[in-house]
């Protein structure tokens, strides 16, 4: 049975940080392109950072810099760690899953994700 449960969100005020992670049973993650999709209220969902095995990786502009994506094989499990937080940062963060098929380009839409968290929420304040 394939589960994604995303832990580490909560409140922060600006400035601050969070470290969110996906824990994946079901599949091996190196096989998968993983990311991070937020959604914030009234809006659509966003991909926020996606890595695979080999290093590559694809942020965001609103986060390049701030945050960082990364995985661990031997444990299964995706991280986000994000810093210098911000109040447009506040959103419902999801983890996804999708296999991967020898791609050259990151996958950056959600729609291109087959396995999905229920989410986190992060709320940073002014």
């Known amino acids: 049975q394939v589960q994604l449960v995303e832990s580490g969100g909560g409140s922060v005020q600006a400035g601050g940080s969070l470290r969110l992670s996906c824990a994946v049973s079901g599949f091996t993650i190196s096989g998968y392109w993983m990311g991070w999709f937020r959604q914030a209220p009234g809006k659509e969902r966003e991909g926020v950072a996606v890595i695979y095995r080999d290093g590559r990786k694809y942020y965001d502009d609103s986060v390049k810099g701030r945050f960082t994506v990364s995985q661990d094989n031997a444990k299964n499990t995706l991280y986000l760690q994000m810093d210098s937080l911000k109040p447009e940062d506040t959103a419902m963060y999801y983890c996804?899953?999708?296999?991967?098929?020898?791609?050259?380009?990151?996958?950056?839409?959600?729609?291109?994700?087959?396995?999905w968290g229920q989410g986190t929420q992060v709320t940073v304040s002014s």
């Open positions: 996804a899953a999708k296999p991967y098929y020898g791609e050259y380009n990151v996958p950056r839409g959600p729609n291109a994700y087959r396995y």
